[in-house]
């Protein structure tokens, strides 16, 4: 571990750049933020860079300080050379002495433009897709593989993440996995029951309503119309449950259609893009994730931070932070049988209840933003030079 003066002297030197592809709403840009932000309270010199202009929906989230800078490379087209030449100037302005990329795109760029500058210094890059989806992004990871094998060390955020890449040749020279975290102050669910009550009642739910709360993008792998047929089923079987939809996206009329299909339609609520989905994920009941692929579910977190219990697929890093009996259930993916008795058995609000206040014990304890951050603190003065060598190896 570094004494103070080491800590002090590291952070004079240590500048850093964090690069997203962009800075829309997504689990790997918030990933980057939190990073972002905090080690700039820890006296680090910080600068955002994103590559696209694809909507500034979280660009109010970064918090860095006097010296950090924000940029957007404002590329056109899937590679830009004038965007690589102006990042490249970037780069020689700063001096950082380490980039974090999140994702392979992120980190072709910061790459190229980190060579084209004359400089040298670590890329790291930080990984949060655990399937390629369409031969498009499997064409694409043909590309990216030798940026990966270049960067100085891939951060994966859960172990099953890192076996599936790497049985596919996605490796690094060193390699660590460090699991997403969220701040458990800003997730706690302390607010008046009173406010709790005039949302539900805001949102047309009696107190006697089971909501099923799911917090994701509507995008066809967070899967949402199985948990329109689930509604359907739970109602069925005499469960009053109703679903409720935070976020927004390309799969909203596909999902209100399925609803009036099934005649759900009434209980199926859409909130859409919400600044703070604090207050919608504690009107809830339970939450619940059916995606066909994820990393390390963010929301997730966030949901079990506040004291929901979690109806998870048994995708990506699910089973590592989801005990189940003790802070939620997961279920096979795509099996919507699994799923509706998965959720039936949280509608027992003692039982809910209880695998709620065992969620936020288990994020405080195992998955929290400051050991985050003090994993990957460690890992950049590792590669800065400045703290102590723990090897990584490439076993799986």
Known sequence: MLNETQKVQAQIMLRLIFV????????????????????????????????????SGQIGRLQLGKAGTVRCLNATGYFDRGSLTDFATHISRIGPAAIVAANPYSLMYSVLAMRLSG???PVVITHHATQLLGLKEQLQMLLYRPFIWMADRSVFVCHRQRRYWFRRGVFSP????????????????????????????ALDITDTDYVIGISAVLRPEKNHLQLVDSIALLRKKGIPARALLIGDGEMREAIESRARELNVEKHLMITGFQADVRPYIAACDVMTLCSITEAFSLAALEAMALGRPMVHSDVGGAAEMIFPGRNGLLFPVGNTGAFVDKLAILADRAVSRQMGREAREVVKELFSEKR?????????????????????????
């Open 20 to 55: 997203t592809g962009s800075i829309a709403h997504g689990g790997a840009e918030r990933q980057t933020i939190a990073l972002a932000n905090r080690f700039a309270e820890r006296g680090y010199e910080c600068h955002a860079v994103y590559i696209k202009n694809q909507g």
């Open 119 to 121: 400089r040298r210094a």
């Open 174 to 201: 060193s390699n660590d996995v460090i699991h997403n975290g969220v701040d458990t102050d800003e997730f706690h669910d302390d607010r008046d029951p009173e406010e709790r009550r005039k949302l539900r009642r």
């Open 372 to 396: 985050m951050v003090d994993r990957y603190e460690q890992t950049l003065l590792e590669l800065y030079g400045t703290g102590p060598k723990r090897g990584a190896s490439l076993t799986y």
